[in-house]
């Protein structure tokens, strides 16, 4: 099959649950043969790069500003892929997915997949006219295409409740991962065991500034281990104030480390390592690094969203989403009750392995293909016999 992703940002992934997702199911189908292609944008992806891991890259401009950069891309990249023969198209998120009416409509034999990964309107960083522009590519997400994919059940249950739609549910994954070591750690002063993770982009819903004031009345009020540190990896990506606000309210503490994007043997190193996974968010579709940390064998702490109960269910502990006092509680708890938080990264890594492996992700990608061609197909020759 000829297999087109539309509406991520790019691969390899540098940032994004978005973008893991894509490179993930990308790249293993890819190796079972099939031709992929992904829409990359100029702005994330490296311009001489053309291939990865048996994908093929096609690099598109965009408009770069928070508001038009996703939209202007997918625009130029549907227009693109219209003139193109492939098997199937598949747009990621509400908002790239807003305009697969317009594939539709000049492609309309050609298999059509969305799938809905977050209620983006949700996010704080989008203002009136965005929000409702993201409602509506919810409404198209969950309607148009042949097939609606969602990643988690509560998804499932929105696009059945709110728009009657009967989608599929093909959840994010993680790898079991060998320990990696932690020769990387030095470099930003860390040792095994002694630190808090994050890992996630610096956008407003996802809550880093709860965890940052949690740590820091933490060390306040010496409920922390000496020198303890906490770990921020990440970036922003069109959210220059926030990442200003978090780096701001850090000022002076030097038990909190910001790492910048790290990925690769780094990123592993840092999910192993770590005492504690947290995942403050005030919003969710499914966190894939939620599920890397929980691959690792970390244990984790999360916001007790219904998006990140749904993956721990009942393997790690949970806080009152945005309550900062809970937060603070349950991180001193837990960083004296080692023993406690080792049995949970276990019971961590065990789930993620039952649940989530990306192989039975790419089972159901592929089913749903197949079936959406030989559907197409049928109906093809149908009207051949009619005429």
């Known amino acids: 099959m000829r297999i087109a992703f539309i509406g991520q940002k790019g691969i390899p ?3 994004g649950g978005v973008e893991r997702h894509v490179e993930e199911i990308s790249a293993r189908l890819a190796e079972r043969g099939h031709e992929v292609f992904v829409y990359v944008r100029n702005n994330y992806t490296d311009k001489k790069m053309k291939k990865y891991r048996g994908v093929n890259l096609i690099h598109l401009s965009s408009i770069s500003t928070k508001n038009l950069d996703t939209i202007s ?40 997949v969305a799938t809905f990964h977050c209620q983006d309107y949700y996010h704080q960083k989008w203002g009136f006219w965005a929000s409702n522009y993201l409602r509506f590519g919810e409404f198209v997400t969950c309607n148009i295409p042949d097939k609606t994919i969602v990643v988690s059940k509560k998804l499932q249950k929105w696009a059945k409740l709110s ?73 922003g990506f069109h959210s220059d104030d926030y990442v200003k606000y978090v780096k701001f309210i850090s000022e002076g503490r030097k038990n909190i480390i910001f790492t910048g994007s790290q990925y690769g043997e780094n990123l592993k190193q840092l999910y192993s390592n770590a005492y504690i996974f947290v995942q403050p968010s005030e919003t969710e579709g ?83 293909y197949n079936e959406l061609l030989h559907l197409k197909k049928k109906k093809l020759y149908e009207r051949e016999v009619e005429i």
């Not at 708890?333 to 992700?361: F, M, S, T």
Request: hydrophobic fraction near 40%; include cysteine; charged fraction near 25%.
């Open 163 to 235: 728009h009657a739609a009967t989608a599929e549910m093909i959840t994010n994954g993680a790898d079991i991962n060998e320990y990696p070591g932690s020769d990387k750690l030095a470099r930003w002063d860390l040792k095994e065991k002694r630190y808090i993770l994050y890992v996630g982009r610096f956008i407003k819903h996802k809550g880093i500034h709860y965890l940052i004031e949690a740590f820091k009345q933490l060390e306040n009020t010496n409920k922390s281990p000496n020198n303890f540190k906490l770990a921020i990896i990440g970036d």
């Open 286 to 368: 499914l966190s894939i690094a939620l599920l890397e940390a929980m691959s690792h064998g970390t244990a984790v702490l999360t916001s007790d969203i219904e998006e990140n109960i749904e993956v721990i269910n009942g393997a790690g502990f949970s806080f009152e989403k945005g309550n900062i006092e809970d937060l603070k509680e349950k991180l001193a708890y837990l960083l004296n009750n080692p023993q406690l938080v080792g049995k949970l990264g276990i019971l961590c890594q065990e789930r993620v392995k039952n649940e989530y492996g990306w192989d039975e992700a790419i089972r159901k990608t592929e089913r749903i």
């Open 73 to 112: 891309h997918t625009f130029l990249a549907t227009i693109h892929a219209i003139f193109q023969k492939y098997d199937i198209v598949h747009y990621q998120s509400i908002g790239p997915a807003s305009l697969s009416w317009l594939y539709k409509i000049f492609r309309k034999n050609t298999p059509l």
């Open 13 to 15: 992934a540098f940032s």
